[in-house]
């Protein structure tokens, strides 16, 4: 249990395009989400907090106008990148918190390579 | 958010248990502590969580002592597919403002 999907897997587009990114929770639901960030050979750094039915939360640095979050559902959240640029070229990952049972874990998608020409 | 400190590397052989300890001094009471494996152009699989003592499933155990300022992951005879990247986390437990901020992790490698 507890799988958390990406769509799509890898994307690649011309600069000055739009992409979006799809994450689903498929066997439960989760009332958060979370977008990450990862350039090579680094950590994963928390790009913003995804609500159901709420607006997101950016962290400090991370343009709510250029990375446009929506968690319309329980089981999806999109993450829309406006007007891409070479420099947000990266892996971006979402993870769906499941607090369910005894546990509060958050699970994480299979991660979205997306390069911008 | 408790900080967290990890070895950068570490290096084993296939069959032997590897170790992994985490520092999180400023743990709050409500923080569990939750490690994460991530393989190379993935995203992290959910390994094992604690609050206190021992905890151990399939494929690790999590070890964290009375203070709880430390945490040690337990890999038990290790194979070649455990090389990877291991993060360890801290956050407050089902609190709705609970986000898990990524350290640098810990690199393992697996030699045959």
């Known amino acids: 249990g507890a799988v958390v999907s990406q769509h799509p897997s890898r994307v690649i587009c011309k600069s000055g395009t739009s992409v979006k990114i799809e994450c689903r929770s498929l066997?439960?639901?989760?009332?958060?989400m979370f977008w990450y960030r990862q350039f090579p050979k680094q950590s994963l750094m928390l790009m913003a907090t995804s609500n159901e039915g709420s607006k997101a939360t950016y962290e400090q640095g991370v343009e709510k106008d250029k990375f446009l979050i929506n968690h319309a559902s329980l089981t999806l959240s999109t993450l829309t990148v406006t007007s891409a640029h070479p420099e947000d070229s990266s892996f971006y990952i979402c993870?769906?918190?499941?607090?369910?049972?005894?546990?509060?874990?958050?699970?994480f998608g299979p991660g979205t390579r997306l390069t911008v020409l | 958010l408790a900080k967290t400190t990890q070895p950068i590397s570490m290096d084993s052989y296939e069959g032997q248990e590897v170790n992994i300890t985490c520092s999180h001094n400023?743990?709050?009471?409500?923080?569990?502590i939750t490690w994460y494996q991530q393989f190379p152009s993935q995203g992290p699989r959910f390994i094992i969580q604690?609050?206190?003592t021992k905890v151990t499933n399939e494929v690790a155990s999590l070890f964290i002592p009375a203070d709880r300022k430390s945490s040690t992951l337990s890999l038990p005879r290790v194979s070649l597919s455990d090389t990877a990247v291991y993060y360890c986390l801290v956050g407050q437990f089902k609190a709705a403002g609970n986000k898990l901020t990524f350290g640098g992790g810990t690199r393992v490698l697996v030699k045959p």
């Open positions: 604690g609050y206190k």
């Open positions: 066997d439960f639901q989760a009332t958060t």
């Open positions: 400023n743990i709050a009471t409500n923080d569990y």
């Open positions: 993870s769906a918190r499941d607090l369910v049972g005894g546990t509060d874990t958050q699970y």
